[in-house]
């Protein structure tokens, strides 16, 4: 899929570190491009923007970052990665909408909401949600 508006996370000047956690947490991840003021990673093929923004801002769970999966045991691999020195905003659990459903912010402050659901329902594996 070639998604050419995608989201953009403010980094402190950490955007390298952040892309390299997130390659470990996700399945099909990789940088695409870089620089020194952005990296591009792609996590199923979707491009996700980080930006060496500095430290005047930081990310809320007001915007959230959304992976939908058919496989309950990758939102469960992804949540137990993600939240390695984050906190739950959501306990990784079975709710009406999903049968497994997580909302976690990150050790970045990103806030990503991790939800199983039928493959047919699922248009993009990557998305971004209000919080």
Not at 7 to 20: D, H, L, Q
Not at 52 to 70: A, V
Not at 112 to 125: A, P, T, V
Request: proline content about 6%.
């Amino acid at each position: 899929m070639n998604n050419s508006i995608y989201p953009s996370v403010w980094c402190n000047n950490n955007a390298r570190e952040i892309a390299e956690f997130y390659i470990s947490a996700f399945p099909k991840s990789k940088i695409a491009d870089e620089n020194p003021v952005v990296v591009i990673m792609e996590i199923s093929g979707q491009k996700l923007m980080l930006l060496n923004g500095g430290d005047m801002y930081r990310p809320n769970p007001s915007i959230s970052l959304m992976y939908l999966t058919s496989s309950q045991s990758e939102v469960e691999e992804i949540y137990s990665r993600l939240i390695e020195d984050g906190k739950a905003l959501m306990p990784l659990d079975e709710y009406p909408f999903s049968p497994k459903y997580g909302w976690v912010e990150d050790r970045y402050g990103v806030s990503w909401q991790l939800y199983s659901g039928q493959e047919e329902h699922i248009i993009r594996k990557l998305t971004e949600a209000a919080g």
